[in-house]
């Protein structure tokens, strides 16, 4: 039995809203794979040791104490609380923390308070999300902004400060 032209064309239709739904979910999938990769290794404060990447909150971090931190998996781990860099001793941590071009603080010591620390992560975050989505070829940045946007507002970050 030969097929009419208005079932061919509907054939033609489902097998093109067919490819289309296909193509959504795999650009749904892919900007779910951003957002995942912008949260959990971007936005996450980690310990920055190569093997390590301990996850640390900055509730955890006692602002009366100094920013040369400690991981806390392994004591021998010793990195800048600004930059994240891993410093190696305690002593090369505070003497860089000191100096850390990212430092808040007007007069660079080595202790903040929680607002300097959040404002610095924040520019942080901000310049590794937009360096990201610079850098990624083929991402629909719009859509990842978008799917990121919760995450980004709850960390202080300002969406519209991200190009497209």
Excluded at 48 to 60: E, H, R, T
Excluded at 138 to 153: E, R, S, T
Aim: charged residues 30%.
């Amino acid at each position: 039995m030969q097929k009419d032209a208005f079932e061919m064309e509907a054939e033609l239709e489902f097998k093109k809203r067919e490819k289309a739904a296909v193509e959504a979910a795999l650009k749904d999938k892919t900007v779910t794979e951003h957002r995942k990769y912008i949260e959990d290794q971007l936005l996450t404060l980690r310990c920055p040791v190569d093997g390590c990447g301990q996850v640390f909150i900055a509730d955890n971090i006692d602002f009366k104490q100094c920013l040369a931190l400690k991981c806390s998996r392994n004591d021998n781990h010793n990195f800048c609380g600004w930059c994240l860099m891993d410093c190696g001793t305690s002593n090369t941590a505070h003497r860089h923390v000191e100096h850390c071009a990212l430092n808040e603080n007007a007069d660079n010591n080595l202790w903040t308070t929680r607002p300097l620390f959040d404002r610095c992560h924040q520019k942080r975050w901000l310049r590794l999300v937009q360096n990201y989505l610079n850098e990624t070829k083929g991402i629909d940045k719009k859509a990842v902004i978008d799917a990121c946007a919760p995450v980004l507002q709850a960390h202080g970050i300002d969406v519209d400060q991200l190009t497209i």
